[in-house]
């Protein structure tokens, strides 16, 4: 058997949504099957609006610019993430400021926010790694304190939730992203949540080359016009039509990966009750959605070597980020503030193994037992 690492979710009804796209003659931006993906977003997660953008790095650029982030201005994130939690900001001139993670969750350490705050900061932007909230209570409460803005990195965070509520709806800013790799997919694609109504008019116009077409559109003025900076931003409705094949049955997609990560979870629990591996680890109020099942080996040597093994069993399993401020970019534009107690040393650790819609219980079951054949433990 041979499995690779990712498998982009197809649920059967992909082609034909995207043929009515194209019958639809409104193969642009905003047509009908846009629509009903803002819609299912916003009934789903309950966040004011919904606006479908080409990917969730412009979404998060797009919450940098109506945040008017300056030159100089400071954005504390975490390390351990994806380059474009910070580019977004870069882009703007502004610094990340980086934080260490908690080795549990792999998530920006709540406790270490407050101290890293200058009159420069402007803005919190947690990343909710593995689609495993971070303690949004607090960073909320920190953000309140502070007059901060929370912008909210749930790339791989669509269907968790933190205390009930959907992740993206706690900041200014929520980010989703539905890239092929993550959950659900429209091959390159995202979304910006907007939790607050006094942000709305001025998303649209930016997200539409700074015209009010938005508006236009819905009949609201009779003809549009240059009003503000702005971009493009708006993906073909022929994307939007193969996610909401995906978003129909999206609680069928969640409930097959949460069984394959259970699986996981159970197969490889005797390695970890021995102290060879350690598994995820996801708090109690935090519901997740099985974005990724990963397990962390004793150092990097060990993590190499079983790759190594795996790959010799056409078995793919990948590690993940390297912390963006050992990274060229991240030397030159950004700073860690503290000391890197786990954000190096964990990221080095961890090991993601394949985990996708399509993807069998008995295969979880399958590639556990390499992974325990690897520790010499029989099955
Ligand atoms: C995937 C991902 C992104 C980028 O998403 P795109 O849609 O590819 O732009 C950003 N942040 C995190 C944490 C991600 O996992």
């Known amino acids: 058997m041979k499995f690779n690492f990712n498998v982009p979710p197809y649920t059967g009804k992909e082609a034909e949504y995207i043929g009515q796209a194209v019958k639809n003659q409104k193969i642009c931006g905003d047509g009908e099957f846009t629509k009903k993906c803002s819609r299912w977003i916003e009934e789903k997660t309950g966040t004011k609006k919904c606006l479908l953008t080409t990917s969730c790095t412009h979404a998060t650029e797009l919450a940098a610019l109506l945040l008017d982030i300056q030159p100089g201005d400071e954005v ?5 993430t994806f380059v474009s939690t910070a580019n977004a900001f870069v882009l703007r001139g502004a610094v990340p400021v980086f934080v260490d993670i908690r080795p549990d ?7 270490l926010i407050e101290a890293a705050i200058t009159e420069k900061t402007r803005a919190i932007v947690p990343v909710h790694y593995a689609g495993v909230s971070c303690e949004m209570d607090v960073i909320m409460d920190i953000a309140k304190r502070h007059n901060l803005y929370v912008v909210e990195d749930a790339a791989q965070g669509v269907m968790s939730s933190y205390k ?3 992740l993206g709806t706690f900041g200014e800013f929520g980010c989703f992203s539905f890239h092929e790799t993550k959950n659900y997919s429209m091959g390159e694609g995202g979304a910006l949540l907007i939790r607050d109504e006094a942000f709305v008019e001025r ?19 009779d003809k549009y016009t240059w009003r503000d900076f702005g971009s493009s931003y708006l993906p073909s409705d022929m994307n939007a ?7 129909e049955v999206a609680e069928e997609i969640n409930n097959a990966r949460l069984a394959i990560w259970n699986c996981y979870d159970k197969a490889l629990a005797p390695l970890a009750d021995k102290g060879r591996i350690e598994l995820p680890v996801v708090p109690e109020d935090c519901v997740h959605n099985a974005h990724m099942f990963y397990i962390k080996t004793a150092d990097i040597e060990e ?4 790759i190594s093994f795996l790959k010799e069993n056409e078995i793919w399993a990948v590690s993940h980020y390297i912390p963006l401020h050992t990274a060229p970019a991240g030397r030159e534009h950004g700073r860690f503030h503290g000391e890197d107690r786990y954000t190096t040393r ?8 394949p985990m996708y819609y399509k993807l069998r219980p008995e295969d979880a079951v399958y590639i556990s037992g390499k992974v325990k054949e690897f520790y010499g433990m029989e099955d």
Do not use: F, H, W
């Open 241 to 247: 039509a193969y996610l909401y094949a995906q978003l």
């Open 76 to 80: 504390i994130m975490p390390s351990y």
């Open 105 to 111: 969750t792999m998530n920006m350490d709540e406790k």
């Open 164 to 166: 009930g509520k959907a």
């Open 203 to 221: 998303a649209e116009i930016i997200r539409e080359k700074g015209t009010d077409r938005s508006k236009y559109a819905r009949g609201e003025v």
């Open 346 to 353: 964990e990221s080095e650790r961890l090991l993601r193994l």
């Open 303 to 306: 993590r190499a070597a079983l």
